[in-house]
């Protein structure tokens, strides 16, 4: 196969992923992804979450209330939590009932 050939094809594969990423992003589900793998202290996934370049909703309340700095501070993960405001997460973000992080970290 001809080099042109191949980088034809990846732009249209590179193409396809971002559109079919970017609709998973409109659904929640990269944001699913994230507070999960904050939940677990996953700091890989994380980083190959936002390498992707697509927007994910990193200070939205999610299940019960939950958002990634939230469940990552609660799991005592705290490269995690590094990680995430390195990423944009806000510490001041307040949930439902008006509380910040910091507030359920004392």
Do not use: W
């Amino acid at each position: 196969m001809k080099k042109t050939s191949f980088s034809k094809i990846s732009a249209v594969v590179f193409i396809f992923a971002t559109l079919f990423l970017s609709n998973f992003s409109k659904c929640g589900v990269l944001e699913d992804i994230l507070l999960e793998s904050a939940c677990a202290g996953n700091n890989e996934r994380i980083e190959e979450l936002f390498a992707l370049g697509i927007k994910i909703e990193i200070n939205t309340d999610q299940k019960e209330g939950k958002n990634p700095l939230r469940c990552a501070a609660y799991g005592n993960h705290y490269k995690t939590v590094e990680l995430l405001l390195n990423k944009g997460a806000d510490i001041k973000h307040k949930d439902r009932f008006g509380r910040t992080v910091l507030f359920d970290s004392v």
